[in-house]
């Protein structure tokens, strides 16, 4: 069965660090998300992006975050100068249409922790 | 974004049925209804979904009320492997909001 994957699995990182997280979506997805899970909380909508442009972001997303797809296969989440609230379970999710009638499938997520 | 309430957490004995209920009455005409769950250190991962009619696949069946305003998503017969956070999400917008869930405890 086709599988989101994220890479790396684990990141630690010093408070004020930049970070990229990766993702590979499924290959004939045309939709991506990242969520984000601080520990013990909700699962929280940062961004969507399709044809090459973000579509929604939440107001957690500031200018610290940005999403770029730099090929064919990557989705990639920087953010630019951690903090450490910032330390969260982050997960891609890609889907094949607006999920409406359809669903997404997400990684088995980065855990970054910022210190 | 389309609320859902869900109970915090059931549990169930191994190789029954469970029922978890999810109240959606706020839902629009066209918000489709969805099922995913996040077993534990793993991402969410898709259940099931429907718009008015019920529906069966591999892992569930999805109820949904006449009215829309709720549904209930069923494991035929529950099993170890299926103890996880259960969340019910309406469809709102362009992303699904996920809620608290509902934690589901199966007894051996």
């Known amino acids: 069965e086709p599988e989101v994957t994220q890479t790396p699995s684990h990141q630690v990182t010093q408070m004020g660090q930049e970070v990229i997280l990766r993702c590979v979506p499924i290959?004939?997805?045309?939709?991506f998300y990242w969520y984000r899970q601080i520990l013990g909380q909700k699962v929280e909508f940062l961004v969507s992006f399709y044809n090459n442009e973000i579509s929604e972001k939440s107001e957690i997303f500031d200018d610290q975050f940005s999403v770029e797809r730099p090929d064919g296969s990557n989705f990639t989440l920087k953010i630019r100068s951690t903090k450490l609230e910032d330390s969260a379970m982050y997960f891609c999710?890609?889907?094949?249409?607006?999920?409406?009638?359809?669903?997404?499938?997400f990684g088995s997520g980065t855990r970054l922790t910022v210190v | 974004d389309a609320k859902t309430t869900q109970p915090n957490s059931m549990e169930s004995n191994e190789e029954e049925p469970v029922h978890l209920p999810c109240n959606h009455s706020?839902?629009?005409?066209?918000?489709?209804i969805h099922w995913y769950r996040q077993l534990p250190s793993q991402g969410p991962e898709y259940v099931i979904h429907?718009?008015?009619s019920n529906v069966n696949n591999r892992m569930a069946s999805l109820a949904i009320a006449e009215d829309r305003k709720s549904s209930t998503l069923i494991l035929h017969r529950a099993t170890l492997r299926d103890a996880a956070v259960y969340y019910c999400m309406a469809y709102g917008g362009n992303q699904f909001y996920f809620g608290t869930g509902t934690s589901l405890t199966v007894i051996p």
């Open positions: 290959s004939n997805h045309l939709y």
């Open positions: 429907g718009l008015t």
């Open positions: 706020t839902i629009s005409g066209t918000d489709y």
């Open positions: 999710a890609s889907s094949e249409g607006w999920s409406g009638g359809g669903g997404y499938t």
